[in-house]
């Protein structure tokens, strides 16, 4: 497997340093957002501009749209417990070289609701993967690149593996997410179960209670675990926290993780979808994955998924204490990832 990032990269902020060096990277001008960045410091929230929203599908889909409506189009798709922000850096990199960047806030974040008091509210897989064509559809985009960590990388799997038609290609935090309730019904060794404390806790009744008492100091010990060597100042995580508060915020991270395990039912709808996703098929439009040398979340080796790739593929691991948040913790990097996978579609 090839690894294009150097193990001598070591700058937490994507190995650059000032707007200068993002333009030599990315071969363009950048926005002065991007070179705020480059100093180390986060940008102002206003500098996505305005929350849009779209109907789509079951849901009033909340996002930040950058770049020229006539570019080719990238979705960046957020996980668990973040948002939008994570992409803050990222995006104004991809505008600077002509893309139309589409963020949205998944289901139960943010400004994105249910249109119904009445709908299911469902976080399998599907039903998420299902969210993300669903604002493809709305926007008028054929065809995209699609992006993404934790929840939001599995959502991409999930779109380039079952529309590969809809998808430029691909750039996956951890590679290979996707799973199946039979898949989670096996047990792992005491140590990797470990990790996944906080799913058993969600399974219980109290863990539903506390996490609703509780979210945002639940979060906030997920973002230090699952990026130990992040110093994440008390304003960055308050930017993405707000978007806890919306109204079935923990009714969905519940189902998500209380599914997986099989304590939950999904819907009928998409039991086509989850028989096929089970069977873990490949995925074969191109595609980069990429890991921190120091995510502190549950993820699998690269070496484990390296066969789900069958068309152009490339590994790259960013090191410099990188944790599980890649994209806000080395944007540069992924905004290069993002980049260098559509050289490779061509």
């Not at 060096?21 to 926005?31: E, Q, S």
């Not at 709908?119 to 065809?143: H, P, S, Y």
């Not at 490949?282 to 921190?292: A, K, L, Q, R, S």
Request: with cysteine; glycine share 10%; aromatic share 10%.
């Amino acid at each position: 497997m090839s690894n294009l990032m150097p193990e001598t990269v070591t700058d937490r902020r994507g190995f650059v340093h000032g707007a200068a060096a993002i333009a030599a990277l990315l071969g363009g001008a950048v926005t002065a957002q991007a070179a705020s960045a480059s100093r180390g410091g986060a940008p102002a929230p206003a500098s996505f501009g305005p929350v849009k929203q779209v109907d789509a599908g079951p849901l009033s889909i909340g996002y930040v749209e950058m770049g020229p409506a006539t570019g080719p189009a990238v979705l960046l798709f957020h996980g668990w417990p973040y948002d939008i922000h994570a992409f803050a850096e990222v995006a104004p990199l991809l505008v600077a070289r002509g893309y139309r960047v589409i963020v949205p806030y998944l289901r139960g974040y943010g400004s994105t609701v249910f249109r119904s008091a009445d709908t299911f509210r469902n976080a399998q897989q599907a039903a998420i993967a299902m969210d993300g064509i669903a604002l493809m559809d709305a926007l008028g985009i054929k065809k995209a690149i699609v992006a993404g960590f934790d929840w939001g990388a599995r959502t991409a799997d999930i779109m380039a593996l079952l529309w590969p038609e809809r998808c430029t290609a691909l750039v996956s935090v951890s590679g290979y997410l996707i799973g199946s309730q039979a898949a989670n019904a096996a047990p792992l060794p005491p140590a990797a179960e470990l990790q996944w404390w906080y799913q058993f806790y969600f399974a219980t009744a109290r863990g539903e209670a506390g996490y609703a008492k509780n979210t945002d100091a639940f979060n906030k010990l997920i973002w230090q675990l699952a990026s130990p060597k992040w110093n994440f100042d008390d304003a960055t995580y308050a930017r993405t926290a707000a978007s806890f508060a919306n109204p079935d915020h923990v009714a969905l991270v519940i189902h998500n993780y209380r599914w997986r395990l099989g304590l939950a039912q999904g819907e009928a709808k998409y039991d086509t979808i989850e028989a096929k996703l089970a069977t873990t098929p490949v995925i074969t439009v191109p595609t980069i994955t990429m890991e921190g040398d120091a995510n502190g979340a549950p993820h699998p080796a690269p070496e484990q998924y390296r066969g789900k790739f069958t068309g152009p593929y490339e590994f790259r691991l960013i090191s410099g204490g990188i944790g599980h948040n890649l994209p806000q913790e080395a944007p540069a990097a992924f905004a290069k990832a993002v980049l260098d996978v559509a050289k490779m579609a061509g």
